[in-house]
Each structure stands twice: as structure tokens, then as C-alpha cells.
């Protein structure tokens, strides 16, 4: 506890972690997009049209010449692009009908159908101010009144009519972040515990090449009760750690009740002891620290990234098959059914009985294996 | 000429001991083309799916109302007639089990006309539209208030037209008889004929198609966004064999030959350059031959950013090494160091799918200026002018890690 490195490495870098991808995944309200468009027109409807659509949240423009449009729709980097032709403004001001271009590769892509719905949707109002003030005209023809006098009369209403439309949109959303959190958190927790529990095999092996355990030999201690000693100490500081994080995110997100805290908190212990167990092992046939390193990571990633971590893994899949060698597999389904499905300790018994299999496992085959002094018996 | 000399043979001893190291050799390249594989293979078709937007529809009053026209004239009754990237509109009948799909997430959201549409058309008075949707379908959610939002213009235009010909009337001294005449008639017909009674639209729309969807090939982004990582990485994590050579008095005994300390930063530094270009030929070359990436337009650019990447990694592992006392705070440094940069700068999810803000605080990484320079040139089709902001920052990065490291450098471990 009193190493800061290592007190970063096990509660500071889940922290930072976690917020990452809640920034990048979880917040998320709003499409973002990039509009592409080629403005060959460069007129005073054309500029309206491009500064609307910059103008909505979460999308950009990108004005692009039409031979990059044709290019990039060629190689397929760009989906659809808005080509707004030459005499576009010109035909308007004139009272004829005017045409927009969508270039694109087969529908455009789910980004491009969007994109496409908020661009018709900008040039909707352009067109709304040509079709009221027709269609007023064509009303009032033969009653004396001007043209300007129309025109002045629909801005303004149609002003005020956007400022304040008969016809409103409410969006009542369900889901969200809740979901996220529940679906995300308890991967991340798993992942820095086995991190840090699996590079403790690194001190371990220090201490054996110093000859710190050799000399701890000559105490009272037998090599069985260093051993276990050892692993207990990692047991505790993989529970604190768990305990620490998820008394954080009971604090921030309230995603647990009392009783599926506790719950949390059985499975920390029995999955803690599993990461252990492997840490153990990791100890016992790493020769130097720099292998001890290397195993730890290798072995986490694998495990963490084969453990549905940050991605969900497909039922029944090769993956899901490879997942099931990753205790993190067990873990995070265990920490789901408790916290997300709202499911009981006792519904988690299968995960369970596999944890609890691989750190009584691995602390038979890391006690078979371990050595106090490098080069002994 | 001398200190070239050794500046050589310390960079050389460096990648010797690189090229055997195995754990160094797994770590750093076949390690990497695990995760390379597997996203490879998760993301393996992704882009390449061009089916068309479902836009789900209901409404909450009776039979015969405005907006059962409004639907009927909606609906899609035969997907086949459609055009390239229109829509297919789904009438939900069941308002609550459409709201039931919506809570069970088999429907992502849906766009509801309220009780009170056709009464508040006829009335002028206030009524919204309603979407209930799931908060993480961005999309759908995009979709169903880019729906909306028409809807509501449609509604406008006709409203103003009503309005602007009722008070144009008034100033020309109609009678009241007449103007509200004119209002019975056009609320009739608006109400009669759904939205499209307002006249032919001045704005028409048409589509070129040039071809079908192509799916991306993952690998354009998972190549890069993995060797930015495992570059950094192996960088960073050098400088534990800096420290370590400066503890046991190594880099010391250096000195006492004719080694000065420029040569031997030198020779340091031009090792970790030697196995960074190591790794990214093996990444590039992997790439190209097995995954088919597409270096862009501009593959000097891509060249160009990778060597930039290997020479400011090189530049962080010196400073980091002459900012800690010990391994152990390096090796702890390096691989935090690593491990938050990596997903902060765009390795290993795309930044630009970041929010704004996010994309905004990545900036202060290399890895995000290297990741979205990739991005631009091998999935965006830019060229070599688009990532000169890129290769700045770079050059930026290399200048401010690499200053500090020569002005920290030191032999001693005292």
C-alpha cells in the first residue's frame, strides 16, 4: 500500500480506464458525422444550405472538390457526398424548381442515410420559404397586394414560427448509461486485479533472487508457510483493490443494492484468489523479473481480451469457445448476473465452482513447482 | 568520426540483445498480431452492411384522424419500389407494443403522433410528436428527429400559409367573411390531403449511385493503431534498460573508455530507433503482404508518420529513463504509461468516434496524432497535405521529449 506505483497501477489506472471509455462509449447522445459536399454553385442558397448543416449538433462539413468526391466514392473512403451543381442558387432566385445531388455507394451506408435525412431536412426550409410564398400568391392573386409585400409578410411569420413552432418534438429515451456502466464496469475491475495480481509474481521472483526468501528460510518459516503466506498477501491486496473499486462505483453510480454488494464482494474474494493462485504460478516458473513481467501481461491481455471485456462475445462463437480458458470469462458473467440481472449469489454457483477449481488448481501445481531458493529442490 | 563510431556500436549492441531477447521479440511483435488477428477477424465485415434505415412510426389517435393519412401515405408497402437510400416506414399499429419492444430492446425507438395531432391542426394550439427510443441508439434516435423535424416543417409550411394569407387578406380590407373563408378552405385541404398539399417543392433530390457499399478491410485501422501502441510501448518500456545500465554502473564504465556521455545518449537513443524501425517494417510489411492493407494515396505519408512515431517513442523512452531512480518505477511507468495513452490516443478504438470533448483532450497524446493521421490517409482517402498537422506534432513531440532528455541525462545513478 505504501507503493505509489503500484497503488496508481491498481486504483488509479481502472479509475482512468473506466472513465475513458465511459467518455468515449458511455455519454454518447449525439450521431456524429461528417458531411461531405461539393459546392460547385458557391451561391447565396448553397452557402445557406452548407452553414444549416454545419450548424446541427454533432455534424461537420467538409467542402471538398468534385474530382476528391469522385476519387474517394471510387476507392470507397467516402460513402456519400452532397453535390450542390452550378447554377443551384441561380435557379431558385428564378422561381424554378432546383435539384440536389447525392452521390453515393448503394444507400450510402447507415451514416450516410442520416446524413442524408439531415441534409433534405436543411434544404426543407429553403424550400419552405419558395413554397409558402407560391402558394400565398397563387391565394391571393388579383386582390392588388405586392410581391415584397408577401415576402416581407412570410418571413416573418415563418421566423416566428420556427422561434416557436404549433408542432413540437418530445424524446423520452430509456436505457443508456446504466447499462453501459453495469455492462463495462465489472470487466474493468477484473482486468486490473488480475494485472496487478499477476505482476506481484514479478516481487516475488526479486525477493527469490536476492535471497530474501532464502533468508527468510532461516526464521521459523517453512517453505510451505512462505509460500502461503505469499499467497494470502496477494489474495488480501486483490480483495482490497476489488473492495476499493466497487465501494467507488456503489458511491458514483449506485448501481448496487446492499445485497448484491455483499454478493460483489464473495465473488471479489473467490475470483481474487483465483488471479492469485495463477500469479503463483507465474512466480514459480518465471526464472527473472523481466519474465515474470512478460508472462503477467501476456497472460492478462489474453485473458482479458478473450474475457468479454470490451466486447461482447458471440454465443456459441470460436471465440466464446476460446473464452472459456479466461477466468475472467467467469467473473465478469458472475459480477453481471449480480449487479445487471439483479440474479442471487447461489445463481452464479457454476462461475463460481470454476474459479474456486482454478485457485485451488494453481495453488496445487505453484506449490508443486515453487522454489524459495533458485536452483533448490 | 570516434563518437559516430560509438553511437554505432552502442545502437548495435542494443538491437542485438533486442534480436535475442525472445520475450522482448514475442512481446513486441507476434504478441501484437494476436490482438491484430482477433480484431481483425471481430471487426470483419463492419461498413460493409448497406441495409436500409427502418424508420418505425405510430399513432395514438383514433381511426380517420390527420395523422392515420400522414401514416398511410408513409408506410412502405413494397420495399422492392423503393430508390436507392430511401427509407422503409414501419407502421406500428400497437402503440404499447411497440413501447414493449422498445423496454425489451427488440425495436431501438419509435416516432408516436400524440392524441391531440388533428385536433391541434385544426386549432392552431401547441402538440408534439413523441419519440421513445433507447438513449444508446444514437442512430435511430438521429433518424427519428430528422423525421420529426420534417413532419414539423410540413405542419409549419402549411400553418404559415394559412396564417401569412389570413393577415395579408386583413391588410388589404377583406371582410372577415372572406378571410375566413380562405382559412376554411386551406385548412380543409391541409387537413384532406396529409403534408404534401402545400404545393410542389422548389428543392428536388436525386441520387447518382456509383456502385455498392465496400466493405472496409479492418486491418487499414487495427495495423496502425497496433503499431502506435506496441511502438510506444516497446519504447517506453526500454527505458528500464536504461536505468538499469545507469544502476549497475554500466553506462559509467562507458565513460571510462573513450565513450563520451553524447555518444553514449546517442548510441541509446539510435538503438531504440533501430528496433522501432524493426518493428514497423515487420508491421508494414505483415500488413501488406497478409492483411492487404491500403496505405492511401499518400504512402510516403504513412512512411513518413511511422518513422515519426518510432523517433518520438525513442524520445520518450530517454526521458522517462532520466526521470525515475529506479527499474521499478520504470517498468511500472512505462507500461501505465502505454496503457492509457493507448486507448486515450485512438489505438485501439477509432478516436473519431469519440465525443468532441474526448477527441479534444487526446490531442495532448502522440498516439492520437499518429492514430487519426492513419485514419485520414488509409481510411479516409487523404493525401499528404491533410496530415502535415500530424507530422508537426510529431516533430513537436520528439523536440520537447527529446529536450528534456538530454538535459537530464545522466551516467550515475547517484
Not at chain 2, 414501419?90 to 400524440?114: K, S
Not at chain 2, 526521458?319 to 486515450?344: E, Y
Request: charged share 15%.
Amino acid at each position: 500500500m505504501r507503493d505509489k506505483g503500484d497503488l496508481a497501477f491498481a486504483l488509479l489506472l481502472p479509475i482512468l480506464t473506466f472513465a475513458l471509455m465511459y467518455g468515449a462509449f458511455g455519454g454518447q447522445t449525439l450521431f456524429t458525422a461528417t458531411a461531405s459536399i461539393v459546392d460547385e454553385d458557391r451561391g447565396i442558397y448553397a452557402e445557406r444550405l452548407i452553414e444549416g448543416v454545419d450548424s446541427i449538433d454533432g455534424i461537420s462539413v467538409d467542402l471538398i472538390t468534385a474530382e476528391e468526391a469522385d476519387t474517394k466514392l471510387d476507392r470507397s473512403d467516402l460513402k456519400m457526398v452532397l453535390f450542390i451543381p452550378p447554377d443551384f442558387s441561380a435557379t431558385l432566385a428564378s422561381g424554378a424548381q432546383a435539384e440536389l445531388v447525392f452521390k453515393q455507394r448503394g444507400n450510402g451506408g447507415q451514416e450516410g442515410q442520416i446524413l442524408s435525412s439531415m441534409i433534405q431536412g436543411v434544404a426543407g426550409q429553403i424550400n419552405q420559404e419558395f413554397q409558402v410564398s407560391s402558394r400565398v400568391k397563387a391565394e391571393l392573386e388579383g386582390r392588388g397586394i405586392s410581391e415584397d409585400t408577401i415576402g416581407v409578410t412570410v418571413r416573418n411569420l415563418l421566423a416566428a414560427e420556427r422561434q416557436q413552432p404549433a408542432l413540437g418534438v418530445d424524446e423520452e429515451v430509456i436505457g443508456g448509461s446504466p447499462d453501459f456502466i453495469n455492462q463495462y464496469l465489472p470487466g474493468i475491475v477484473t482486468m486490473y486485479v488480475l494485472f496487478s495480481l499477476s505482476m506481484m509474481a514479478r516481487t516475488i521472483v526479486e525477493e527469490r533472487r536476492r535471497g530474501t526468501l532464502e533468508r527468510l528460510l532461516t526464521t521459523r518459516l517453512n517453505v510451505g508457510e512462505l509460500f502461503f503466506g505469499k499467497f494470502l498477501s496477494t489474495v488480501a491486496r486483490g480483495f482490497i483493490q476489488t473492495f476499493i473499486l466497487l465501494a467507488l462505483s456503489y458511491a458514483v453510480f449506485q448501481m448496487f443494492t446492499p445485497l448484491s454488494f455483499l454478493a460483489s464482494l464473495v465473488i471479489s474474494i473467490i475470483f481474487a484468489s483465483a488471479a492469485a493462485a495463477l500469479g503463483m504460478i507465474i512466480a514459480s516458473v518465471s526464472r527473472t523479473e523481466e519474465a515474470a513481467n512478460w508472462i503477467a501481461v501476456v497472460v492478462t491481455m489474453f485473458m482479458v481480451m478473450m474475457g468479454g471485456t470490451f466486447f461482447e462475445v458471440t454465443e456459441g462463437s470460436v471465440l466464446a469457445t476460446i473464452g472459456t480458458v479466461s477466468i475472467n470469462t467467469y467473473a465478469n458473467e458472475a459480477y453481471k448476473t449480480v449487479i445487471s440481472q439483479g440474479g442471487s449469489l447461489g445463481e452464479t454457483w457454476p462461475q463460481l465452482v470454476v474459479l474456486v477449481g482454478v485457485a485451488v488448481v494453481g495453488l496445487i501445481i505453484s506449490r508443486m513447482i515453487f522454489r524459495a531458493v533458485p536452483g533448490s529442490k | 568520426m570516434k563518437n559516430l563510431r560509438h553511437i554505432w556500436f552502442i545502437a548495435l549492441k542494443d538491437l542485438k540483445i533486442f534480436t535475442r531477447d525472445r520475450a522482448s521479440l514475442f512481446f513486441f511483435i507476434i504478441f501484437p498480431f494476436l490482438f491484430i488477428f482477433l480484431f481483425n477477424s471481430l471487426m470483419q465485415g463492419i461498413e460493409g452492411e448497406d441495409v436500409r434505415i427502418r424508420i418505425h412510426l405510430a399513432t395514438l389517435e383514433p381511426a380517420g384522424a390527420v395523422s392515420h393519412q400522414i401514416l398511410s401515405s408513409l408506410e412502405t408497402k413494397d420495399e422492392a419500389l423503393l430508390g436507392p437510400g430511401d427509407p422503409v416506414f414501419v407502421w406500428e399499429r400497437n402503440y404499447n407494443a411497440a413501447r414493449m419492444a422498445v423496454e425489451d430492446g427488440d425495436l431501438e425507438g419509435f416516432l408516436t403522433f400524440p392524441t391531440d395531432f388533428t385536433q391541434a391542426l385544426m386549432t392552431g394550439s401547441r402538440t408534439e410528436l413523441l419519440i421513445y427510443a433507447d438513449a444508446a441508439a444514437v442512430n435511430t434516435r438521429a433518424v427519428l428527429n430528422g423525421v420529426a423535424s420534417g413532419i414539423v416543417s410540413e405542419i409549419s409550411t402549411n400553418k404559415v400559409i394559412i396564417s401569412a394569407a389570413a393577415e395579408l387578406l386583413a391588410k388589404s380590407g377583406a371582410t372577415a367573411g372572406e378571410i375566413e373563408a380562405i382559412i376554411s378552405k386551406l385548412t380543409r385541404e391541409f387537413t384532406g390531403q396529409g403534408m404534401s398539399a402545400a404545393g410542389p417543392a422548389y428543392i428536388t433530390y436525386s441520387i447518382d449511385s456509383i456502385g455498392e457499399v465496400e466493405a472496409e478491410n479492418p486491418a487499414n485501422f487495427v495495423v496502425p493503431g497496433y503499431l502506435v501502441m506496441f511502438v510506444f510501448f516497446a519504447a517506453a518500456v526500454a527505458a528500464e534498460s536504461i536505468v538499469k545500465e545507469r544502476q549497475n554502473n554500466t553506462l559509467e564504465r562507458l565513460l571510462a573508455t573513450s565513450a563520451t556521455k553524447e555518444s553514449i545518449l546517442g548510441g541509446i537513443y539510435a538503438g531504440s530507433v533501430a528496433k522501432g524501425l524493426v518493428q514497423i517494417i515487420i508491421f508494414w510489411g505483415v500488413g501488406l503482404l497478409y492483411f492487404k492493407i491500403d496505405l492511401g494515396l499518400a504512402p510516403g505519408a504513412v512512411i513518413l508518420l511511422s518513422i515519426l512515431m518510432v523517433i518520438m517513442s525513442s524520445a520518450f523512452a530517454v526521458m522517462l529513463a532520466t526521470l525515475v531512480r529506479t527499474v521499478r518505477s520504470a517498468a511500472s511507468l512505462a507500461v501505465i504509461t502505454a496503457l492509457i495513452l493507448a486507448p486515450l490516443g485512438g489505438c485501439w478504438w477509432p478516436s473519431f468516434i469519440y465525443p468532441a470533448w474526448l477527441q479534444n483532450m487526446s490531442k495532448i497524446t502522440p498516439h492520437a496524432w499518429a492514430t487519426e493521421g492513419f485514419n485520414k490517409l488509409m481510411l479516409f482517402g487523404a493525401d499528404f497535405g491533410d496530415v502535415v498537422p500530424s507530422i508537426l506534432a510529431l516533430l513537436a513531440f520528439t523536440i520537447i521529449f527529446g529536450a528534456i532528455g538530454i538535459w537530464r541525462f545522466r551516467t550515475n545513478a547517484v
